[in-house]
């Protein structure tokens, strides 16, 4: 003897897909940051010379490393696909291709490092710079759509740093090779006048 009132709605999903929608946005982005996190770490402890060479070929070369990283970002792929269409070259194509999510993270890495290192200036702690570097980045990464764009120009700009840095590195001659000079390192003291005079 009851009265029911209302709607007949059919295919009707309880699911909060509004709420997580707008998490999965950022999910991807956080997930970028916490990587980053972890692998910028790893860099600072392994090759922190490397890592002060990006920083001052970013600084000192922006439009150089951005140029570099655009046409990195076009080669390789078109690279690994190209390996990969042969039979004799597919390893090496299908390992390009693998790896070109782990080398772009590592351009978005240097790319916060480099903004962390142009914040917080030499002689201050690298982790300190990269700390912040890396606090910009998480900022950047609650902000719909803008992350996005952020991270992609991050890792373009970042693998072109390194790559200046890498020909700077070759192009000068490196630490292990013969003729480097620390630009660090104090000049060595000169000879006094009485010095270089032989005795008669």
Known sequence: GATIEGDVRESVSFTPRGSLAVLGGLLGPLAIACSVLVLGL??????????????????????????????????????????????????????????????????????????????VRDPRSRWLAFFAGWAIAVAVSLVPYLNVGAWVLAAIFGLGAMTVATWRARSGGGRHRAGYVDPSAPEPPQPSASETTAPA
């Open 42 to 119: 790893a860099l600072l402890t392994v090759v922190p010379r490397g890592a002060d060479r990006v920083a001052t070929a970013a600084r000192s070369a922006p439009l150089t490393s951005l140029a570099w990283g655009l046409v990195l970002a076009m080669f390789l792929p078109v690279l690994g696909a190209a390996l990969s269409a042969t039979l004799v070259a597919l390893p090496i194509g299908l390992a390009l291709l693998l790896g070109l999510a782990l080398l772009f993270l590592v351009g978005a890495t240097w790319a916060v490092w480099s903004a962390g290192r142009a914040l």
